[in-house]
C-alpha cells in the first residue's frame, strides 16, 4: 500500500509563489508516474502537472510557464514549484502515485491566494 505524504501549500498574494512536496512510501515500483491534482470549491477535481520516473513532465495549460514539477526519485518526493499564483489558483491540490493500474492520493494541502 503506497502511502503519500504533502507538504508546503499556504497562503500567499497573488503574483507570488509555493511549493508543495509529496512523499511516497510503501512504494517498490520502479516504473510509476506522480503529480499533482487540484480541486477549487465547488468544481470537479482538475489534474495540474506529472511526471514520470523517467523524467518527463507535462503540464496543463494553466500550468505551463508557471508551475514546474520535478522528482526526487531516491527519495520517491515529488515537487511542485508554483510561480505567478492567482485567485484562481487557490484550491486543494492533490498530489497521486500511479503504477500498474493502481493510483493513490494524498489527503491534499490547501494553497490559497488572494488578489
Known amino acids: 500500500q503506497v502511502q503519500l505524504k504533502e507538504s508546503g501549500g499556504g497562503f500567499v498574494q497573488a503574483g507570488g509563489s509555493l511549493s508543495l512536496a509529496c512523499e511516497a512510501s510503501g512504494s517498490s515500483d520502479f516504473l510509476n508516474v506522480m503529480g499533482w491534482y487540484r480541486q477549487a470549491p465547488e468544481k470537479q477535481r482538475e489534474m495540474v502537472a506529472f511526471?514520470?520516473?523517467?523524467?518527463?513532465?507535462n503540464y496543463t495549460d494553466g500550468a505551463k510557464g508557471r508551475f514546474t514539477i520535478s522528482r526526487d526519485r531516491a527519495q520517491n518526493t515529488v515537487y511542485l514549484q508554483m510561480n505567478s499564483l492567482e485567485p484562481y489558483d487557490t484550491a486543494v491540490y492533490y498530489c497521486?502515485?500511479?503504477?500498474?493500474?493502481?493510483?493513490?492520493w494524498g489527503q491534499g494541502t490547501k494553497v490559497t491566494v488572494s488578489s
Open positions: 497521486f502515485y500511479y503504477s500498474g493500474g493502481d493510483k493513490y
Open positions: 511526471i514520470t520516473t523517467g523524467g518527463r513532465a
